[in-house]
């Protein structure tokens, strides 16, 4: 079964305004992780953001801030003041503590941010 | 810190041939993964070194798929016999501990295409 779910293939968003992409993840595992990567044309992983299980306060990081809603398992990214340069896939990932070693990706959304 | 390295960065080989990959991870990190991403997707898992020790494979990981971790530094990923449907950009990625919390740090890939 898919652990993370992105709906959302493809955005736009214009320069200088925010956006928001979608993730939700299914987990049974109280203690848990979510990152976001970005991943440019050129191909290289970049690590955004991580959001802890247990952490009481939405994660910010510069421009990036996560909407971690957890009793509805979503952790929204959202970015501000959009840049030319922030069009590129994103992804939602999760690390289960209990549940083996790995970091389990969602599927990405493309971003373009237009003019 | 010079990242993580993988080489080559491209490889192009026929169909039934064998490849061996590369990937140097951050000095100090002793954890090590290798995923496969193919167009469109989000990177997949398929294995999982602690220093020397493989901990973690997918069911991903046929028994064409080989890899190694000799002296806990840098690992090798071959794939024998190689057939059309392993085409894919191959990532490795290492971290420094193995709280739930910490990133992982990517390379740059190796695209391989089967003809």
């Known amino acids: 079964a898919q652990k993370i779910t992105q709906t959302q293939p493809g955005m736009f968003v214009q320069e200088k305004e925010a956006v928001t992409l979608d993730c939700t993840y299914d987990?049974?595992?109280?203690?848990?992780?979510l990152f976001w990567y970005k991943q440019p044309s050129s191909g290289e992983m970049i690590f955004l953001i991580y959001?802890?299980?247990?952490?009481?306060q939405n994660a910010t990081e510069g421009r990036y801030s996560l909407n971690f809603q957890k009793a509805r398992k979503s952790a929204n990214l959202v970015i501000s003041a959009s840049q030319l340069g922030d069009s590129a896939m994103y992804f939602c990932?999760?690390?289960?503590?209990?549940?083996?070693?790995?970091?389990?990706f969602g599927k990405g959304t493309s971003l373009l941010v237009t003019p | 810190d010079t990242g993580v390295s993988q080489n080559p960065r491209h490889k192009i080989t026929k169909r039934g041939q064998n490849v061996t990959f590369r990937c140097d991870p951050i000095?100090?990190?002793?954890?090590l993964y290798w995923y496969r991403q193919t167009l469109g997707q989000g990177p997949e898992f398929l294995t999982y070194?602690?220093?020397?020790?493989?901990?973690?494979k997918s069911r991903l990981l046929s028994d064409r798929f080989s890899a190694e971790r000799p002296k806990g530094s840098f690992s090798t990923l071959e794939i024998q016999r190689t057939e059309q449907g392993d085409s894919a950009m191959y990532l490795c990625?290492?971290?420094?501990?193995?709280?739930?919390?910490?990133?992982?740090?990517f390379g740059n890939g190796t695209r391989l295409t089967v003809t």
């Open positions: 987990t049974s595992d109280p203690s848990y992780g």
């Open positions: 070194f602690q220093n020397e020790a493989q901990l973690e």
């Open positions: 990932a999760m690390r289960e503590d209990h549940s083996g070693y790995a970091l389990n």
């Open positions: 990625a290492s971290r420094p501990d193995g709280s739930v919390g910490s990133p992982l740090h």
């Open positions: 959001q802890g299980s247990y952490d009481q």
């Open positions: 000095s100090e990190h002793n954890r």
